[in-house]
């Protein structure tokens, strides 16, 4: 195998991001089941899997006679996964999505390929949903999710979040990177060669009140965390990035805070 393309994933590897991933797994994995509709017996492709807790869950409802394939570059991420999947109907792989590399009898034999918060880390996206479109049979369907992040919105406003938010949102763009490629998941779908069939939000926000909130806003919080260095060298003090992570810590725990929120999904269809 090719050496893997550099990383532009800011966040990194380490076991504070990590549980923030498996949260924000545990927070929207129903929705994306839902929209996936699958129906039992479907093979999958799943790129960027990450910890397999989203391929796990799209095995299990691919049933006994289907069969998932997740790649990622992280050998690390990997291990955690297939620790934790001992069903022999999952199986990960090291690889590089930017230059992916299956089995020729692998090509075109996928009824669904899949992808969730990878594309907006990528310098060049279009070669991964190209890649998509090649896996799949015709008939087969791929799957979008990402995100934009420009759509957030909090209320009370926690002080400084707009500035800092906005320099989290550059940093994509400093590498390369599309910070709001959620809006062209349908663009991305018809250029690969899939004819767009469907695309709808799925929620990902909270009111105080709601049981699901207080894990809303730690995501927020370790999102602004784990992203420090890259936000303090769009020009952000260290003082005011920390005083707005006080402010949305405080936030967080407000008798009337909301955070507006959803992550864009898309699917195409192969048609020869």
Same mark, same amino acid.
């Given at each position: 195998?090719?050496?893997?393309t550099?990383?532009?994933?800011?966040?990194?590897t380490d076991?504070?991001?990590q549980?923030?991933l498996?949260?924000?797994?545990? &927070?929207?994995?129903?929705?994306?089941l839902?929209?996936?509709?699958? +129906? $039992? $017996?479907?093979? &999958?492709?799943?790129?960027?899997c *990450?910890?397999? %807790?989203?391929?796990?869950?799209?095995?299990?409802?691919a049933?006994?006679?289907?069969?998932?394939?997740?790649?990622?570059?992280?050998?690390? %991420?990997?291990g955690?996964?297939? +620790?934790?999947?001992?069903?022999?109907?999952v199986?990960?792989? %090291?690889?590089?999505?930017?230059?992916?590399?299956?089995?020729?009898?692998?090509? *075109?034999?996928?009824?669904?390929?899949?992808t969730?918060?990878?594309?907006?880390h990528?310098?060049?996206?279009l070669?991964?949903?190209?890649?998509?479109?090649?896996?799949?049979?015709?008939?087969?369907?791929?799957?979008?999710e #990402?995100? #934009?992040?420009?759509?957030?919105?909090?209320?009370?406003?926690?002080?400084?979040?707009?500035?800092?938010?906005?320099?989290?949102v550059?940093?994509?763009?400093?590498? $390369?990177?599309?910070?709001?490629?959620?809006? +062209?998941?349908?663009?991305?779908?018809?250029?690969?060669?899939a004819?767009?069939?469907?695309?709808?939000?799925?929620?990902?926000?909270?009111?105080?009140?709601?049981?699901?909130?207080?894990?809303?806003?730690?995501?927020? &919080?370790?999102?602004?965390?784990g992203?420090?260095?890259a936000?303090l060298? *769009?020009?952000i003090?260290?003082?005011?990035? #920390?005083?707005c992570?006080?402010a949305?810590d405080?936030?967080?725990r407000?008798? #009337?805070?909301?955070?507006?929120?959803?992550?864009?999904?898309?699917?195409?269809?192969?048609e020869k």
């Amino acid at each position: 195998m090719s050496n893997p393309t550099p990383s532009y994933y800011v966040h990194g590897t380490d076991p504070e991001e990590q549980g923030r991933l498996s949260l924000l797994n545990d &927070i929207l994995n129903a929705g994306s089941l839902r929209e996936l509709g699958l +129906r $039992g $017996g479907e093979s &999958i492709l799943d790129l960027g899997c *990450g910890l397999g %807790q989203l391929s796990r869950a799209m095995a299990k409802a691919a049933g006994p006679h289907g069969r998932l394939l997740g790649i990622d570059r992280s050998e690390e %991420q990997l291990g955690e996964a297939r +620790r934790a999947t001992p069903d022999s109907a999952v199986t990960y792989r %090291q690889g590089d999505v930017l230059a992916l590399e299956l089995d020729e009898p692998e090509w *075109g034999s996928f009824d669904v390929a899949h992808t969730r918060f990878l594309l907006e880390h990528l310098p060049d996206p279009l070669t991964v949903v190209r890649s998509m479109v090649r896996a799949v049979k015709v008939g087969g369907r791929v799957v979008l999710e #990402d995100e #934009d992040h420009e759509i957030l919105r909090l209320w009370p406003e926690p002080a400084g979040l707009a500035h800092v938010w906005r320099s989290y949102v550059d940093s994509y763009r400093r590498v $390369g990177n599309d910070p709001t490629i959620g809006k +062209r998941l349908v663009e991305l779908l018809h250029r690969a060669g899939a004819r767009p069939r469907r695309s709808t939000f799925i929620y990902f926000g909270a009111c105080a009140g709601e049981p699901v909130f207080p894990a809303i806003a730690a995501n927020l &919080i370790g999102v602004l965390r784990g992203a420090r260095a890259a936000i303090l060298a *769009g020009g952000i003090g260290a003082s005011a990035f #920390d005083d707005c992570l006080a402010a949305v810590d405080a936030w967080g725990r407000g008798p #009337d805070s909301v955070m507006w929120y959803a992550m864009a999904w898309a699917e195409g269809v192969k048609e020869k």
